[in-house]
């Protein structure tokens, strides 16, 4: 593999991923990495979980896929609750088959919190209700002895490269689907990005290592944020219009 797109959280967005996935086909990839969170929110999830199944990618599992398959339905939340009422019984099994993690090559690890937790952080912590990014000692802890020489994840929707001082590669390629949003684990916070783009990567290999590109994509946000409106959830119509949430 040597020119790699990591997709993340398209949370149901078929308008944004649509779009990612032209941007991909015109940049010639030869392998996709889906890293979790595929449906979950007041969007489009059954077009989204049918064009995800039509896919040869490498794709894993995130808590909202888990908490869909897994989960009790009248104990999900909103975004879940929605999403699960549109699904049939295959695709959430589907979801629920999906790995938690995925190794390859003995090259590359795929997670989508860290690799021992779906919703633990890898390259943020959450202080005063933000994330900063974590320090090489905080992400070696969360890491807990696992090494690869490239790892990918995702959950924070916020776009990132770090390089560890071992010379090891993490790269959260930000969300598909979903620019702004709040969430209370593990105390309430915000993560904004402050623009409405679809975000994924590109990892290219060349003699030198691997080149990072994190990429933007505009989309027809506004018929996204139009679809949140209609389905009750400001909170999603303004992340998804401005990339950043109401109040902030």
Same mark, same amino acid.
Request: hydrophobic share 40%.
């Given at each position: 593999?040597?020119?790699?797109?990591?997709?993340?959280?398209? &949370? *149901?967005?078929?308008?944004?991923?649509?779009? %990612?996935?032209?941007?991909?086909?015109?940049? #010639? +990839? =030869?392998?996709?990495?889906?890293?979790?969170?595929?449906?979950?929110?007041?969007?489009?999830?059954?077009?989204?979980?049918?064009?995800?199944?039509?896919?040869?990618?490498?794709?894993?599992?995130?808590?909202?896929?888990?908490?869909?398959?897994?989960?009790?339905?009248?104990?999900?939340?909103?975004?879940?609750?929605?999403?699960?009422?549109?699904?049939?019984?295959?695709?959430?099994?589907?979801?629920?088959?999906?790995?938690?993690?995925?190794?390859?090559?003995?090259?590359?690890?795929?997670?989508?919190?860290?690799?021992?937790?779906?919703?633990?952080?890898?390259?943020?912590?959450?202080? &005063? *209700?933000?994330?900063?990014?974590?320090?090489? %000692?905080?992400?070696?802890?969360?890491?807990? #002895? +696992? =090494?690869?020489?490239?790892?990918?994840?995702?959950?924070?929707?916020?776009?990132?490269?770090?390089?560890?001082?071992?010379?090891?590669?993490?790269?959260?390629?930000?969300?598909?689907?979903?620019?702004?949003?709040?969430?209370?684990?593990?105390?309430?916070?915000?993560?904004?990005?402050?623009?409405?783009?679809?975000?994924?990567?590109?990892?290219?290999?060349?003699?030198?290592?691997?080149?990072?590109?994190?990429?933007?994509?505009?989309?027809?946000?506004?018929?996204?944020?139009?679809?949140?409106?209609?389905?009750?959830?400001?909170?999603?119509?303004?992340?998804?219009?401005?990339?950043?949430?109401?109040?902030?």
């Amino acid at each position: 593999m040597q020119k790699i797109a990591v997709l993340s959280d398209i &949370h *149901g967005n078929i308008a944004a991923l649509e779009k %990612v996935m032209a941007d991909m086909q015109h940049r #010639g +990839v =030869d392998a996709v990495f889906n890293l979790g969170d595929h449906v979950s929110g007041p969007l489009w999830p059954k077009e989204t979980i049918v064009m995800l199944m039509a896919q040869d990618w490498f794709q894993i599992r995130g808590n909202h896929d888990r908490e869909l398959a897994m989960t009790a339905a009248d104990r999900h939340g909103a975004s879940d609750r929605y999403a699960y009422a549109r699904l049939d019984e295959i695709e959430v099994r589907w979801l629920g088959a999906l790995p938690t993690t995925l190794t390859l090559d003995n090259e590359f690890l795929l997670c989508h919190g860290t690799p021992s937790s779906d919703v633990t952080t890898l390259l943020e912590t959450i202080e &005063h *209700g933000r994330a900063r990014i974590s320090s090489p %000692v905080e992400v070696r802890a969360r890491l807990d #002895g +696992v =090494d690869f020489p490239v790892m990918v994840c995702g959950h924070t929707h916020f776009p990132r490269v770090v390089s560890l001082p071992g010379g090891q590669l993490i790269i959260n390629p930000g969300s598909v689907g979903l620019p702004a949003y709040d969430y209370d684990v593990p105390s309430a916070h915000v993560i904004e990005t402050g623009s409405p783009h679809a975000r994924y990567a590109v990892m290219e290999r060349k003699p030198e290592g691997w080149t990072i590109d994190l990429i933007a994509v505009p989309y027809d946000h506004q018929l996204a944020a139009d679809q949140a409106c209609k389905n009750g959830r400001p909170d999603w119509e303004e992340g998804l219009l401005t990339g950043y949430m109401v109040g902030e």
